[in-house]
Nanobody
Framework: QVRLVESGGGSVQSGGSLKLSCAAS????????MGWFRQAPGKEREGVGI???????IYADSVKGRFTISLDNVKNTLYLQMNSLKPEDTAMYYC??????????????????WGQGTQVTVSS
């Protein structure tokens, strides 16, 4: 019973920052990938960034230099530090996980397990 619970979403002005958290439980794999995805109204879900237990990261071009993904292996918690936020970053942000590297991808966006999402709204 894998459970992923996101938190930290909210409203912020353009140029501001937010840090999202994803607490994972019931995940027994010793090595795995986790990631952040987002979906804005009227748009398809897109990958934001993924990371594995070794610390390897992959980011979408749209967030490179602004967002940083990290993983605390002890706490089983995924983080997304978002800086220099733009109105186009407004979306529901989802945490995701997969035990195998080929089961989680940014393009197309896929994963084995998903959280319920946390809303991020960036105003002009």
């Amino acid at each position: 019973q894998v459970r992923l619970v996101e938190s930290g979403g909210g409203s912020v002005q353009s140029g501001g920052s937010l840090k999202l958290s994803c607490a994972a439980s019931g995940y027994t794999y010793s090595s795995y990938w986790m990631g952040w995805f987002r979906q804005a109204p009227g748009k398809e879900r897109e990958g934001v960034g993924i990371i594995n237990t070794a610390g390897t990261t992959i980011y979408a071009d749209s967030v490179k230099g602004r967002f940083t993904i990290s993983l605390d292996n002890v706490k089983n918690t995924l983080y997304l530090q978002m800086n220099s936020l733009k109105p186009e970053d407004t979306a529901m942000y989802y945490c995701a996980a997969a035990p195998l590297g080929w089961r989680i991808r940014l393009h197309p966006p896929i994963a084995d397990y998903w959280g319920q999402g946390t809303q991020v709204t960036v105003s002009s």
